[in-house]
């Protein structure tokens, strides 16, 4: 019996019915999110899947036999949408246990001396390992002359940072002002913050240069609170303090659900299921347009949708889009909800009347090649957790000495979450631990990681040489281009597009592409979408190509 079928649902089929009354196409974290908003007004929506798999960047697989996240790992909370998602679900969220932090090239003008990178050993060139800020967001210090921050910058660096405070409140944040993030934080606080604390962490998180990241997408009204309050780090200070004054039990900041954040996406597709809803993998939409002689006029057009679509197969290589295999099969759709990747929703939004060809003629960013490396393996000396949850290495200002080691994150695992480290116990007994190297930065070649390279820079960061007979399984995942920075202009052109396809009956595009940067940002708009296309009374009678009530 399938999955559904044990769950009450109804057994999927082999291929998509003639037709549907909503459909949903893509079923990554928005598709999947946009799909299950649909059934809680008592919808049954079809979600197609070109690729094998549901949760597009919230994966899971097993490594060393222990349940993790192949993709990310967490989700900064903004707003309710995800935690009202993860309650009607039966998901608990929790924040990570240890303190991350930094591996910096020393500070100019303090010589190339050999620093102690706080893991008992030592790096070549000063590079050193900082805890993380206490009191900051994205790097950016609440209190730039906090001992923490100071040991970060130097005094001369926290000095300036500190000038934030003093300076107009239009510096850098006014509408003349470029929107970039590097740019505001130059602007307030200076270039020491900017290099040494901002640059890593956000190319760290967002896998782009905070050059090219819009600050009000990173962290929407940023700019406006930095006038509203005088400064930038009274702007993250109420942030922080907006945090912890809420409520007990009213979750803030960056979580994981319980178990890993593949349960939450694996849940929703139970639930789709389990409400009458069916999910399709390995089918994708090819082109779609309106019925021939349907009203097109505004938002009162009442022919459904035609969307072709086909079987598909693995593209050329695992980043590239999956191709049609099969012949395409037409579906009548009363609603559309297009939640797949850019490429795609452009090339199926060019079959939709009466959109302008210029507000299609989007570039499209590409994120920058990522290759994570997971390692599982016999390490005593990791016991302690040495690094604590982890660290962000920064990229090498030309002045510096090259870094000493490849990747440009660690993440301790079994000490970052219980769930892991009891996995870890149960399948191997004690001394056994879980570790995450990621690669790639913005504008860099293609990362090719091997695995006795990546145990020479686990010994360098955390200062525990684990030998190549000691791992038990290790795993290298690719994400090429799937994280694209939030640049202003970006923005700008998709929300035209978003207000042109507004105009269209029963249509609708969400997805990160279009809703900005952080899962949360995409749930919040994929269920805005999805919830805006369902009418007050649920829309849920009449059957395509029939008279929806106003």
Do not use: N
């Not at 290099?195 to 967002?206: F, K, Q, T, W």
């Not at 178990?259 to 090819?286: C, K, P």
């Amino acid at each position: 019996m399938s999955a559904a079928g044990a769950r009450g649902g109804r057994p999927s089929p082999a291929s998509p019915p003639s037709e549907v009354d909503e459909l949903v196409v893509g079923g990554g974290i928005a598709g999947l999110t946009a799909a299950w908003e649909l059934t809680r007004a008592g919808l049954r929506p079809l979600l197609v899947e070109a690729r094998g798999y549901t949760g597009g960047l919230i994966a899971g697989g097993e490594i060393g036999g222990v349940a993790m996240d192949l993709g990310a790992e967490s989700v900064v909370l903004r707003g309710g949408a995800v935690t009202t998602m993860l309650d009607a679900l039966g998901l608990e969220a929790t924040a990570h246990r240890g303190r991350p932090g930094l591996f910096l090239p020393p500070m100019a003008g303090s010589g190339p001396a050999v620093a102690d990178d706080g893991a008992g050993g030592h790096s070549p060139g000063g590079w050193a390992l900082h805890p993380f800020p206490r009191e900051a967001i994205l790097g950016i210090p609440a209190d730039p002359l906090s001992d923490d921050t100071i040991a970060i910058l130097g005094e001369a660096g926290a000095r300036r940072a500190a000038r934030d405070g003093e300076l107009a409140a239009g510096v850098g944040a006014s509408p003349s002002d470029p929107r970039d993030l590097a740019s505001l934080v130059r602007a307030r606080m200076g270039e020491a913050v900017l290099d040494r604390l901002v640059r890593p962490i956000v190319a760290g998180i967002h896998a782009s240069d905070p050059a090219v990241l819009d600050a009000d997408v990173v962290m929407p009204g940023l700019r406006a609170d930095v006038i509203r309050l005088g400064s930038l780090q009274a702007a993250i200070r109420a942030r922080l303090e907006e945090r912890r004054s809420r409520p007990a039990g009213q979750r803030s900041g960056e979580v994981c659900v319980v178990g890993g954040m593949h349960r939450l996406t694996a849940a929703l597709r139970a639930a789709i299921e389990s409400a009458g809803g069916t999910v399709l993998t390995r089918w994708g939409a090819q082109g779609m347009r309106l019925e021939d002689g349907a009203g097109i006029t505004g938002a009162g057009g009442r022919g459904p949708w035609r969307v072709a679509l086909a079987p598909t197969g693995r593209g050329a290589t695992p980043s590239d889009e999956p191709i049609a295999v099969g012949a395409p099969r037409e579906v009548r759709a009363r609603r559309v909800v297009l939640a797949c990747s850019a490429p795609a929703a452009l090339r199926l939004l060019a079959g939709a009347p009466g959109l302008d060809p210029d507000a299609l003629s989007i570039p499209i960013p590409s994120g920058a090649p990522i290759a994570r490396l997971t390692i599982v393996a016999r390490a005593p000396g990791l016991a302690g957790a040495p690094v604590g949850s982890g660290l962000l290495v920064a990229p090498a200002p030309p002045s510096s000495a090259p870094c000493p080691v490849a990747p440009k994150a660690l993440s301790h695992l079994d000490a970052k979450w219980p769930w892991i480290a009891q996995g870890l116990r149960d399948r191997h007994g004690e001394g056994v631990s879980a570790l995450r190297l990621s690669y790639g930065r913005p504008g860099g070649p293609r990362p090719e990681p091997a695995l006795a390279g990546a145990l020479d820079d686990i010994a360098a960061l955390t200062g525990a040489r684990i030998d190549l007979g000691d791992v038990l399984d290790h795993r290298l995942v690719r994400w090429d281009g799937t994280l694209p920075p939030a640049m202003p202009d970006y923005r700008r052109r998709t929300a035209l597009l978003e207000e042109a396809v507004a105009g269209l009956p029963r249509l609708s595009v969400t997805g990160a592409w279009v809703a900005g940067t952080g899962i949360a940002a995409v749930i919040a708009h994929a269920r805005e979408r999805a919830a805006g296309m369902v009418g007050p009374a649920g829309a849920q009678s009449a059957e395509p190509g029939g008279q929806e009530e106003d």
